[in-house]
């Protein structure tokens, strides 16, 4: 934690450092989500299910935003540190994708 607090009302500033290969399953925020890559790849794709192939490399130095309610998903390449600015409270909303339901008749 850079500055204040994502959990409170108040702006905030945070770094990750994630493996490369990471992996963040389709979600939301409840409010925009501002991004700067300090270092790595950070791959971004829109929607609802992970599509690795579908993604936009965003390399070192890249300032990115979206707008809250946006469904989004997250891989990096290499190790990768990422800084997330905005104001609080922030929270990270999973898609809940249905169970699949297989009937074997027979």
Do not use: C
Not at 26 to 34: A, D, F, I, L, V
Not at 40 to 50: A, H, I, R, S, Y
């Amino acid at each position: 934690m850079l500055e204040g607090d994502p959990n409170k009302p108040g702006p905030f500033v945070f770094r990750v450092k994630v493996p490369d290969g990471y992996k963040i399953p389709p979600h939301t925020h409840p409010k925009p989500e501002r991004v700067t890559v300090i270092s790595g790849t950070f791959n971004l794709g829109m929607g609802e299910k992970f599509d690795a192939t579908t993604t936009e490399a965003l390399p070192t130095g890249t300032y990115g935003t979206w707008p809250a309610g946006k469904k989004h998903y997250v891989w990096v390449k290499d190790e990768t540190v990422v800084q997330f600015h905005g104001d609080g409270p922030w929270e990270i909303v999973y898609l809940m994708v249905p169970a699949t339901v297989v009937t074997s008749v027979g």
